[in-house]
């Protein structure tokens, strides 16, 4: 059967029955440990290969009770396993622990994310939901988000994802680890390597700064703005449209306007993406651009609009066929700056007509 790694001995590579740690932090099988040391006299780790001055082994209870607890959740259909609700007290217990600096017992909360990542969640499970519910529980997730392993910042933010899911109350969450807690979830985000980790950090953020306003001022404090819109030129279709919909949740607030006008690569990164990349990322894009126009008209930033092709794209959008709350919002923000952008030999002067503008 395949098992997490951190069960694994790095000597047999079999699943550990009793773990044991030596000085140097590493953890192995009993048996293949005395064997390497007391037998073959050896006076090395043999994972790090440091030097071993000390030869206590020391037993791993927190470890074992994991691997069983683990074992209990994987055996066969004719061995009954415990009670859902043990295993979970008993990861939970585990996940706790990440309070103590102690590397053995990080290590082996790690691994309780592991196995929690693999429950599934729904608003039906209600003791499940209220197990997730334990302030405690959530503290010690977010402290993996920000100090985990790789491994185990991608198992606490897809547990995140199950959780937004089923509209769980991120609000003591945000209110206890406050502007750290987006920070986290942003390096997720900005990840080239674990795209799966990206694309969770992603939703989570969308289901939290949708459901409170106060969030997305935590986010925007968190740097939120500058980091979407540095990674939006570079995103494929499924990545651009979640980051133009928070881009848009942010800027639905006057901090995160700020922040977009001020940056930059803003307004060309959306006009860009308009009419590019889907009649989704379309969408949004007008909305944001409808968003800056309505309540930040400055000359700069009008100017901008024109001179990175995002006049030339809502005009482009006169032309579709039908009606929508989309065109309807083209029309009123060139009626709204019509009179400005007219001024430039690129703005189809068959359209002053269409808009109402006078000379």
Same mark, same amino acid.
Request: hydrophobic share 40%; proline share 4%.
């Given at each position: ?17 009793? $773990? ?16 390497? !040391? ?20 020391? $037993? ?8 069983? &607890? ?20 008993? !990861? ?48 010690? =997730?977010?402290? =993996? ?19 937004? =899911? ?12 406050? =502007? ?7 390096? !997720?985000? &900005? ?33 939120? +703005? ?5 990674? !939006? ?99 009123? +923000? ?26």
């Amino acid at each position: 059967m395949d098992f997490p790694q951190h069960f694994r001995c790095p000597i047999s590579m079999e699943l550990m029955k009793d $773990p044991v740690t030596i000085s140097t932090g590493v953890t192995y099988e009993r048996k293949s440990i005395e064997k390497w !040391l007391f037998s073959y006299k050896k006076t090395t780790c043999p994972t790090t290969m440091q030097s071993i001055d000390n030869y206590t082994i020391t $037993p791993n209870h927190t470890l074992k009770r994991l691997i069983l &607890s683990w074992q209990g959740g994987n055996s066969h259909q004719s061995s009954p396993p415990p009670p859902p609700s043990s295993r979970h007290d008993e !990861l939970i217990s585990l996940l706790n622990t990440t309070k103590n600096p102690d590397f053995i017992a990080f290590r082996a909360c790690e691994e309780a994310l592991g196995v929690l990542h693999q429950l599934s969640l729904s608003e039906e499970d209600e003791k499940t939901m209220k197990l997730f519910s334990k302030p405690d529980l959530m503290k010690a =997730m977010a402290v =993996m988000l920000q100090r985990g392993s790789t491994e185990a910042r991608f198992y606490t933010i897809s547990i995140f994802q199950k959780m937004v =899911m089923v509209e769980f109350d991120w609000s003591f969450v945000i209110q206890d680890q406050g =502007m750290d807690f987006f920070k986290s979830i942003l390096e !997720l985000v &900005s990840d080239e390597i674990c795209t799966k980790a990206s694309s969770c950090a992603l939703q989570v953020l969308i289901e939290i700064l949708s459901s409170s306003k106060k969030s997305r001022l935590k986010a925007i404090e968190a740097g939120a +703005i500058c980091i979407l819109i540095e990674l !939006l030129p570079d995103s494929n279709r499924s990545k651009c449209e979640k980051i133009m919909e928070l881009i848009k949740l942010l800027c639905e607030c006057a901090e995160g306007r700020l922040g977009f006008v001020e940056h930059g690569l803003g307004i060309a990164a959306i006009s860009k993406k308009i009419l590019n990349v889907s009649n989704c990322a379309t969408k949004i894009g007008v909305k944001i651009l409808w968003l800056i126009c309505n309540f930040h008209p400055q000359e700069r930033v009008l100017e901008e609009i024109l001179v990175f092709g995002g006049v030339k794209k809502i005009v482009a959008l006169l032309h579709i066929d039908g009606r929508s709350s989309t065109k309807d919002k083209v029309v009123k +923000i060139l009626k709204l700056h019509g009179s400005s952008w007219r001024r430039y030999p690129c703005f189809p002067s068959e359209l002053k007509d269409y808009l109402g503008l006078k000379e």
